[in-house]
């Protein structure tokens, strides 16, 4: 039983909400139907006086008019309806959009006057008080003095009536204007309603060149967009590897300088070692001949031996440090040659 009712309230429910939303769309209807006949039915005023002294014969036709079958509006009638109300609509808000922006074009050039205005008044307020305030002061006195008072004034006067001759000469020229554009445009209507078929043709036949100059242009400036776009990446390109290349010139120019101070260690060392391979030749020189002049003996054949091998060894260290010499100068010239090559390379990109 609590589930028959249950049921019953949820359908009551839905039926509720299903007939508000009828009756909101039919209020809806009813507006529109109602802004239409305003606006299409004008009803006389002889028949709102009639409307007025005949309201019981009314009343009696409003029972009679119930009891009649309602006639109903078909579906073409109502789309008929709302096509012309949103054209309507849309009539009014163009109409209110362009009202609007008259407004707001008349409010724009209100607010620039003003904006003159006030510093047309803070330019007369400064220059007031630095020509008379300040400036006219009698020093003695502490007054104003009124010569220069009244010569300031005519000044003024004079510099207004210069801007009020311009602008009257510059609304007589704007006049001039507007005569001329109204003359053009009475022109052009007169010339329109007198435009035969072979004018219309001609003006076709124009419209059509100027369409395809039109499009003529618009494959040139896609071409030259084209264009355009392959020149940025291939000179981004370039800038990318420009920078590889001084990139590369640097650390170039970094390994120079360390085989350039490398050079010039091993140089360093070698006549350090062939200073001292001299000094260590004159020692055994001296000291064979030493030994010579103090024994009669001939030297042993291990002293001998042990000489020629310190010698071999000396020879064998010579050689290898002038070989480094040779490797340093060589690897120099290549890194001066390489960095010759990235600048020309650099010049020509």
């Known amino acids: 039983m609590d589930s028959a009712s249950n049921d019953d309230i949820e359908e009551l429910e839905a039926k509720l909400e299903e007939a508000l939303r009828q009756n909101e769309l039919l209020s809806h209807e009813n ?11 004008q009803p006389t005023n002889a028949a709102e006086d009639d409307d007025k002294k005949d309201k019981p014969e009314k009343q009696a036709k409003n029972r009679q008019r119930r009891q009649r079958p309602q006639a109903t509006i078909t579906i073409e009638q109502k789309n008929d309806i709302c096509s012309a109300e949103l054209e309507e609509a849309q009539k009014e808000i163009e109409e209110t959009k362009r009202s609007s922006e008259r407004l707001i074009d008349t409010l724009r050039a209100v607010l620039e006057e003003t904006d003159i205005r006030i510093a047309e008044l803070k330019m007369d307020a400064y220059e007031f008080k630095r020509d008379i305030v300040v400036g006219a002061e009698n020093f003695r006195t502490g007054k104003t003095i009124a010569e220069k008072m009244v010569r300031y004034m005519e ?17 007589a020229t704007l006049k001039s204007q507007a005569q001329k554009i109204d003359a053009q445009l009475r022109q052009k209507e007169e ?15 124009e ?14 400036l896609l071409k030259l967009k084209q264009t355009t776009g392959n020149t940025v990446q291939l000179l981004n390109t370039l800038k990318q590897k420009l920078n590889d290349l001084i990139d ?11 085989r350039a101070e490398l050079h010039d260690k091993v140089k360093t060392e070698l006549l350090t070692v062939g200073d001292e391979i001299s000094h260590d030749t004159k020692l055994v020189k001296s000291s064979l001949s030493a030994k010579a002049e103090t024994s009669t ?33 060589m690897a120099a010239k290549k890194k001066a040659r390489d960095q010759r090559q990235s600048a020309l390379l650099m010049q020509q990109s």
């Open 31 to 41: 507006e529109l139907f109602d802004s239409f006949l305003k606006r299409n039915a």
């Open 155 to 171: 000044d003024k006067l004079r510099a207004k009536d210069a801007v009020i001759e311009k602008l009257r000469l510059k609304n």
């Open 191 to 205: 010339m329109g309603d007198a435009l035969h078929y072979i004018d219309f043709h001609q003006l076709q036949i």
């Open 207 to 220: 419209n059509k060149q100027y369409v395809a100059k039109i499009e003529e242009r618009n494959d040139e």
């Open 248 to 258: 590369e010139s640097a650390w170039l120019q970094a390994e120079i300088r360390d």
């Open 297 to 329: 003996e001939m030297p042993q054949i291990l002293d001998f031996v042990g000489q020629k091998a310190l010698m071999y060894e000396l020879a064998q260290e010579v050689a290898n440090y002038e070989r480094k010499v040779e490797i340093a100068e």
